[in-house]
């Protein structure tokens, strides 16, 4: 079903709105388009809010519930194309700055505690050296 990279198929958002009751569900997310049907029974979040998105875009929704990366691996098999490049809302953009800028936040948060823990270990050592002799 999916389409090999670098040659998606393009959607009009007017189309993809036709693809909203059970029988076919496609959902936009960062601009590209899912074809979740099969899915919808497997959905840990459930058929209904698969269901209630259907044929519009539900980037901001998908990104809210903070799915797993697991859960973005897994999307790749139901990607069946994008969105014409004129209806492209590119929060694509947005949305990705936002997850880098989490990452940036939560790693240099991780790259600062390890030397101070080193600085502060390295400065007892030294305390204790220099109180001794
Ligand atoms: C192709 C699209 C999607 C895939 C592959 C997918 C996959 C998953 C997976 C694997 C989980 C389990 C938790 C995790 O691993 O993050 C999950 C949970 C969930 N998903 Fe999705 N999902 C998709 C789209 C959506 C959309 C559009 C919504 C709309 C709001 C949604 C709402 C939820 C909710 C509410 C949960 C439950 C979170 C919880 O119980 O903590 N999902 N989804």
Known sequence: MA???GELKKYS???ISEHKDKKSIW?????QVYDVTKFLEEHPGGEE???EQGGK???ENFEDVGHSTDARTLMKDFLIGEVIDSEKTNMDKG???WTDDAEDNQSSWKSWLIPMVLALGASLVFRYFFIKH
């Open 49 to 51: 809010v698969l269901i």
């Open 27 to 31: 959902i936009v997310i960062h601009d």
């Open 95 to 97: 949305a990705k700055k």
């Open 3 to 5: 389409e090999s990279a």
């Open 57 to 59: 875009d539900s980037t």
């Open 13 to 15: 958002l007017k189309e």
